[in-house]
């Protein structure tokens, strides 16, 4: 799901937990909080709700990114990779 907003360019505000700090990049892509934190995830939130030039910029940032770095021949790609480098073991 959160490759899903990024593509949309909507910023993202998650628990620091798993691979999300992947996608969730502090400050570029959106808010990242302690896990189990909820007072954390709450700051995290009323941030981009209150400054609207970084939401704005957290939007961009995040087309930008899912442009970039997640394309589908890009991943077409990726995959192609790792099954040839399988194939060689």
Known sequence: MLQES???????????VGGVSDLVRPGITGYLANSEDVQDMTRGIVQLL???????????????????????????????ELYQSLLKD
């Open 6 to 16: 990024l593509a949309c360019g909507t910023p993202m505000v998650s628990f620091r």
């Open 50 to 80: 209150e400054n609207e030039e970084l939401l704005k910029q957290m939007r961009v940032n995040c087309r930008e990114i899912a442009v970039e770095e997640y394309s589908l021949t890009l991943q077409a790609k990726r995959y192609a």
